[in-house]
């Protein structure tokens, strides 16, 4: 199965369904609020707009909170961005985290110190990639929407099979490009998973990642109000959610 179908599997294993509080879209992140049986909680996934000109990229728009939070978190396998935007809003919300395993370290300074003097590739444009493009020996950044100095998203195949580190956006999740960039890596290489949108799933240690990068949303109502308002990932990173890295080493 793909990776988006185990992680569903894994989901209806170890969470009950609930109902479906609040669905928002902003212009950067999706939140999905559900009710649980210890109270509301809220799933935070990035906000990837529409391949094309679908007149309709989220087709039950103004009835999502009708579903449930599985059925939300089902739409993770659709091919509209937005729609997979609300699954892994909806995951992430229902997904149950063993915080005690988690710790805060910083993944862009883990993805800092272990990538310097070696062969660094990132999937996905973050903040700190000037400060690698200077400590890396050698940096490629791949992007489905290439800055200068960026290389294009087909060019994985040529670029992660020679990383000794690999950051890769939990965005792919969205895109439907995980599966296959994580088989590009090699065993040996430093794969960190990474992003406010990353499930802290542990199952993903079974398909070659060795450091999720995530986030647990703690002020439900704070954080509605900034991605409502257009907040950006360093914005909300002051808007009540809280990074937890979690490491494959924690469960050997």
Same mark, same amino acid.
């Given at each position: 199965?793909?990776?988006?179908d ?6 209806a ?7 479906v ?14 009710e649980?049986?210890?109270g509301p909680?809220g799933?935070l996934?990035s ?6 000109h ?9 009835r ?5 939070a599985?059925?939300l978190a089902?739409?993770l396998r659709s091919?509209?961005?937005p729609? $997979? %935007?609300?699954?892994?809003a909806?995951?992430?919300? @229902? #997904? ?6 988690c710790t805060e *370290?910083?993944a862009?300074?883990l993805?800092?110190e272990?990538g310097a003097?070696r ?9 700190f990639?000037?400060?690698l ?13 290439p800055?200068?100095?960026d290389?294009?998203a ?7 099979p020679?990383?000794?580190v690999?950051a890769?956006?939990? $965005? %792919? ?6 599966d296959? @960039? #994580? ?5 040996d290489?430093l794969? *960190? ?6 499930p ?16 647990r ?10 991605v409502?308002?257009?907040?950006t990932?360093?914005?909300l990173?002051?808007s ?7 490491f ?5």
């Amino acid at each position: 199965m793909s990776l988006i179908d185990d992680l569903l599997a894994a989901l209806a294993l170890t969470s009950d369904d609930a109902p479906v509080q609040q669905v928002l879209i902003g212009a950067f992140w999706t939140v999905v609020v559900v009710e649980t049986s210890q109270g509301p909680r809220g799933g935070l996934a990035s906000a990837l707009r529409p391949a094309g000109h679908d007149d309709f990229p989220v087709r039950d728009a103004g009835r999502l909170t009708e579903r449930s939070a599985r059925e939300l978190a089902a739409l993770l396998r659709s091919g509209n961005p937005p729609e $997979a %935007s609300v699954g892994l809003a909806a995951v992430n919300a @229902l #997904l149950p985290v063993d915080e005690a395993r988690c710790t805060e *370290v910083n993944a862009q300074d883990l993805v800092l110190e272990r990538g310097a003097g070696r062969r660094v590739a990132v999937v996905g444009h973050f903040p700190f990639t000037p400060q690698l493009r200077q400590t890396a020996a050698h940096c490629d950044v791949l992007e489905l929407r290439p800055r200068p100095g960026d290389l294009p998203a087909d060019a994985a195949a040529r670029v992660l099979p020679q990383a000794d580190v690999v950051a890769l956006t939990a $965005a %792919s999740l969205i895109n439907h490009t995980c599966d296959d @960039l #994580l088989a590009l890596c090699r065993p040996d290489a430093l794969v *960190v998973l990474m992003g406010p949108s990353t499930p802290l799933w542990p199952g993903f240690f079974d398909r070659g990642v060795d450091v999720l990068a995530g986030s647990r949303v703690m002020d439900i109502e704070t954080v509605l109000r900034a991605v409502g308002q257009g907040a950006t990932f360093q914005q909300l990173k002051r808007s009540g959610i809280r990074l937890l890295t979690l490491f494959a080493d924690s469960y050997s």
